[in-house]
């Protein structure tokens, strides 16, 4: 199975233009696509969040050549190479394995059933709630009606869906009646106003910055703070779950657990 082949397959349901068209709408940058081509036809596929030393382990220890990843394996242009950086050093072990990486970032978060969805979903959504920022097939960030609890059970609750065991939670206890979610850094003064917008109790994101978090409380929201990792992981396995058996090449799943 060709590179392109793959790509192509993973494209249909996740398409690259969703990418370009978010920026070109909402600002920020990606770098999805085929970021390494190895020019090898495909032995396997290790499915992996993030471009990371673990992955390329997994991909030498099961004689696969190619990567997938969420984030971006290369964001910035990279000025040098080196192997005493962990960047340069993870490149290098791709290219020496003749290891293919593939990362659909902006894409996966958008589309529907994507990772910014599925985080919905795991905060308690019950149907697919709207996005606030739309584009065309799909959108980022959601506002939705949860079943009614009390704040720390439903922190309690996400954080055994998401399976992690760190967690910031800021606010009082109380009930919990609508949610706000947006996967990734998603937190800004737009996301804020448009928790409050559709009446959230709480918002839920990762990597919030400390002035946010401030505005957010004393906005009267209550502020649940995942790891990075944690508000993807969960929906980037379910991707997994839909491509692996649609690629036309075995896969695995990575995880690189120490980030939960």
């Known amino acids: 199975m ?18 370009d068209e978010y920026v070109s709408a909402y600002g920020g940058r990606d770098n999805s696509g085929i970021l390494i081509d190895a020019g090898k036809e495909g032995t396997g596929a290790v499915f992996s969040l993030d471009f990371s030393k673990g ?27 080196r192997v005493d950086d962990p960047l340069g050093a993870r490149l290098l072990a791709a290219i020496e394995q003749s290891v293919s990486v593939i990362s659909m970032h902006l894409n996966m978060d958008c589309a529907e059933g994507g990772i910014d969805e599925s985080l919905a979903f795991a905060v308690g959504a019950t149907q ?44 009082e206890e109380g009930p919990v009646r609508r949610a706000a979610s947006f996967c990734g850094a998603g937190v800004d003064a737009n996301a804020i106003a448009a928790a ?56 695995v799943y990575h995880e690189d657990g120490f980030m939960l």
Do not use: W
């Open 128 to 171: 697919v709630p709207a996005p606030n920022e739309s584009i065309s097939g799909g959108g980022y960030g959601r506002v939705f009606e949860v079943e009614e609890t009390s704040y720390s059970a439903f922190v309690k609750k996400l954080m055994s869906v998401l399976r992690t065991q760190r967690v910031f939670s800021y606010g």
């Open 2 to 19: 060709k590179l392109k082949e793959i790509y192509d397959k993973i494209d249909f349901l996740y398409p690259k233009r969703l990418s």
């Open 196 to 251: 409050k917008r559709g009446g959230a109790d709480v918002i839920v994101s990762a990597d919030i910055k400390h002035n946010f978090i401030c505005d957010a409380l004393e906005s009267g929201l209550r502020v649940v703070q995942l790891t990075h990792y944690a508000s993807e992981n969960y929906g980037f396995k379910k991707i997994y779950h839909t491509l692996k058996d649609r690629l036309g090449v075995p896969s």
């Open 55 to 81: 992955a390329v382990e997994e991909a030498k220890k099961r004689g696969y050549n190619l990567i997938v990843t969420h984030h971006p394996a290369i964001f910035f242009p990279v000025s040098s190479i």
